[in-house]
């Protein structure tokens, strides 16, 4: 029963640099979501997809790029990294009308 | 736009006593959400209301949805330990493929 698996737990990135976090679920879930976490502010969606080969802007888009090509995958990309992309990056996916399972998280610092 | 508003931010309580904390909109919603977040992990929901004047438990936990629908409650009873971490509401605008978060109750519990 893994659920929500989330790669990396951890990274250091170097402003500028690229990297890609990996969501993946086993539940067959159609919807997938990629929230961004600060303190004080709760949780922010960045994007979000409705089924495979689907994606739409959150709250906050501007900075992420995100894909899903097989359904169990959802993959944030940062191309330029900026040290206000520190956070703490969450995972949810969910089915239709039912509330969201969420990853244990990747925390990601940007020097 | 639409927002959540959560009191207080932060508690500090001795182990034993009980708690309360709400959650409060402008907004109309159909149902509410509590989620948990325990330090290094994901949030976990708790507990979902889906009509209005609902009162739901879950162990020591009970919530209440609102008779406006534009609030929420959350109580635990004979606080533990184990009860610290963040505990969000959050409601989905329409649908479940945009749910909003609030920013969150901070509990330490005191042994």
């Known amino acids: 029963n893994a659920g929500v698996t989330q790669t990396p737990k951890f990274r250091v990135l170097k402003t500028g640099q690229s990297m890609t976090l990996l969501c993946a679920q086993d539940m067959n879930h159609e919807y997938m979501y990629w929230y961004r976490q600060d303190p004080g502010m709760g949780l922010r969606l960045i994007h979000y997809?409705?089924?495979?080969?689907?994606?739409a802007k959150g709250e906050v888009p501007d900075g992420y790029n995100v894909s899903r090509l097989k359904k169990q995958n959802f993959l944030l990309g940062l191309e330029s990294a900026a040290p206000s992309q520190t956070s703490v990056y969450f995972c949810?996916?969910?089915?239709?009308?039912?509330?969201?399972?969420f990853g244990d998280g990747t925390r990601l610092s940007i020097l | 736009g639409q927002q959540l508003n959560q009191s207080p931010q932060s508690m500090f309580i001795q182990e034993g006593e009980d708690v309360s904390m709400n959650c409060t909109s402008s907004s109309i919603f159909n149902t509410w959400l509590w989620y948990k977040q325990d330090p290094g992990e994901g949030p976990v929901l708790l507990i979902a209301l889906y009509k209005a004047g609902e009162l739901t438990s879950n162990g020591r936990l009970t919530a209440q949805f609102g008779i406006t629908r534009k609030d929420s409650f959350l109580n635990i009873s004979a606080s533990i330990p184990s009860d610290v971490g963040i505990y969000f509401c959050?409601?989905?605008?329409?649908?479940?493929?945009?749910?909003?978060f609030g920013p969150g109750t901070s509990l330490s519990v005191i042994p």
């Open positions: 959050a409601a989905p605008k329409t649908s479940y493929d945009k749910v909003i």
């Open positions: 949810a996916s969910t089915i239709s009308n039912q509330p969201q399972h």
């Open positions: 997809s409705v089924g495979e080969g689907t994606t």
